[in-house]
């Protein structure tokens, strides 16, 4: 299987992890296994580290709003991981449609930056 398909699925796995948080270990997995894969091209590892920074923040996002839900406003912080996360997801998947490499805010309260300009090939 091609690895920007492999990216793709990632992506794919992490919208569906709200039904099953199995789907979100399965796709870290995957990110974990090709990020420095020696075939995979470096734009392409940039998606894979993006995709693992997303999954870590992700838990940090839901155990916040699950210990913010006592005062009742981790609603909030998981209707806003939501948004964050899925944000990420179509930005990513549109990168990848365009060959881009993430570029920097990736971070915890970024949203993704990804450079379809000048892709960096291997």
Known sequence: MKDQTLARIVYILYFFAFFTGLLAIIGVIIAYVKRNSPDTPLWLRTHFQFQIKTFWYGVAYLLIAILLS?????????????????????????????QGMVT???????????????????
């Open 70 to 98: 006592i005062i009742l406003i981790g609603w909030l912080v998981y209707i806003w991981g939501i948004i964050w996360l899925f944000t990420r997801g179509i930005k990513g998947l549109i990168a990848i449609n365009h």
């Open 104 to 122: 920097g805010k990736d971070g915890f309260w970024g949203l993704g930056e990804f450079d379809t300009v000048q892709v960096m090939r291997n």
